[in-house]
Nanobody, 125 residues
Framework: QVQLVESGGGLAQPGGSLRLSCAASGFTFSSYAMSWARQAPGMGLEWVSAILSDGSDTYYADSVKGRFTISRDNAKNTVYLQMNSLKPEDTALYYC??????????????????WGQGTQVTVSS
């Protein structure tokens, strides 16, 4: 069965960095787009970033553009989210998700069919 396991969350200071990882199994990882989304306390799920199956195209929400970088290693079945210049408003539970296909519609969460359990990111001084 499909499994997505996020890791790398934690506490960071404003302006700091964290790198999230998502280890995937149970499907042909190199054939699907992957995405990151987040949910802040009391808020809905927010799409953050996505990447095509071969890493040729990446997509970002305006709120993280220029600060976050998504990447993937198909040999390791892992997708990453490098988060720099962190802000308190980046505090959220971060999820990775498997796309239904190898395509991305930025911001459209219905494109994703499996989600991990999430990893908490807290940005505070």
């Amino acid at each position: 069965q499909v499994q997505l396991v996020e890791s790398g969350g934690g506490l960071a200071q404003p302006g700091g960095s964290l790198r999230l990882s998502c280890a995937a199994s149970g499907f042909t990882f190199s054939s699907y787009a992957m995405s990151w989304a987040r949910q802040a306390p009391g808020m809905g799920l927010e799409w953050v970033s996505a990447i095509l199956s071969d890493g040729s195209d990446t997509y970002y929400a305006d709120s993280v553009k220029g600060r976050f970088t998504i990447s993937r290693d198909n040999a390791k079945n892992t997708v990453y989210l490098q988060m720099n210049s962190l802000k308190p408003e980046d505090t959220a539970l971060y999820y990775c998700a498997k796309g239904k296909r190898d395509a991305v519609v930025p911001g459209f969460l219905d494109e994703y069919e499996y989600w991990g359990q999430g990893t908490q990111v807290t940005v505070s001084s």
